[in-house]
């Protein structure tokens, strides 16, 4: 057994033990009606993140394999970075005007898409093939969402209840990611690196079969012009410190993973003789294909999410999310810079980035809790998605610098740590009596 499969199966251990400590947090629910709806939803949405979270562990590793450069690797992640920047600022208003379901079967239709293009060793058809998958990412992080909210008021259910979903879709997604990060690991083992990319494409198949024939349409301001969107979004946050501060943080924070999610890869691969890392078939001393076992490496990050998510729930009984936050911002910055200072010790950059990975599962919840405080309902998902608009522009900056990756972890670590220092300024602001009380800011 591995080293990486042997930290997996121990985190899991603490997952099982933290999950039972904090289980009780969840309201139970005897509503049938409302159960049903809550199955229904869970199921396509775990499917589609089960099509997404199938890709991530070999998508590096399979570029590589086409015998892509480094810096053409950073091109194509680029590409994904910059249609989801061009597509995300849109689509909230677009699902709204031509209905969330729609759009959800869109995510399953371009992300298989997306996938088939991964059969190709060619360059232009890869990069087709990230503006497609970066089309879809937009899609999942703003309709399946607002498609449930609509849904869930407008069936009746308590507000409460809403809560409850999402905590089941986090532990959910989490294991859904694990077991994706395992499977893609055993196919990509048997088949080759593309054979999770098909494995999504039957999973993404089966969603949108399921979405058809399950889910409701349902829309937003159908009149609302995407001008019109856009204005209410932004008056918003020029108006409030506390949404621009959110902002400011979920940029920060979420460039700085998604430039992780890139640079994991050649931050833990040893180096040795090409003769020492695999044989001539691909195959590793310990059976998996590849110098790491990207799949296991993957699992023990989700389960590390996991354990965040457990976290965030016993946090958040002894002190506010604004204030436990300020310290999980700056022990991820903390993390990233173990590349930094330990390069070449996969042991310790392995260690680092578990613990940003637990600060990750505590992120989610927690601004998905502060938004839910301060973000206006009605401009909600247009202002969750400009801000995707700096979030991809540090992500596409990085990368078009063909940095060191020295150099890149430590472009994080400062994101990272000047995100806690906003999120410092943004409960010194709260504490101080603002948080019910809208003001101007002047850009």
Known sequence: MSFFLQVFWILSVVCIILYFITRAALPTVSDANFAFFQRSYLTVYLLAMAGDWLQGPHVYVLYDSYGMTPHQIEILFVAGFGSSMMIGTIVGSFADRYGRRANCILYGILYSLACVTKHFANFWVLMLGRVLGGMATSILYSAFESWLIYEHHKRGFESDLLGNIFSHAVLGNSLVAIVAGLLAQKVADVFGFVAPFDVSILLLCIMVVMIIFTWTENYGDKSSSFRHSFSSAFQAIRNDHKILCLGIIQSLFEGSMYVFVLEWTPALTPSMPEEEQANKDGISQEGHRGTIPHGHIFAAFMVAIMIGSSLFKLLSKYTSVESFMRTVLFVSSIALATPIFFA?????????????ETCVGIFWPSLSTMRGKYVPEETRATTMN???????????????????????????????????????WLYTYISQGASHSPQVFHL
Not at 344 to 356: D, E, K, M, P
Not at 386 to 413: A, D, E, G, H, Y
């Open 344 to 356: 070449g010790n996969q042991l310790i950059v392995f260690a680092g980035f578990l613990v940003f």
């Open 386 to 424: 400009l801000f995707r608009i700096p979030l991809n522009l540090i992500v596409i900056f990085i990368l078009l610098q063909s940095l060191p990756m020295k150099i890149i972890f430590q472009c994080c670590t400062f994101f990272l740590l000047a995100a806690s220092f906003v999120q410092h």
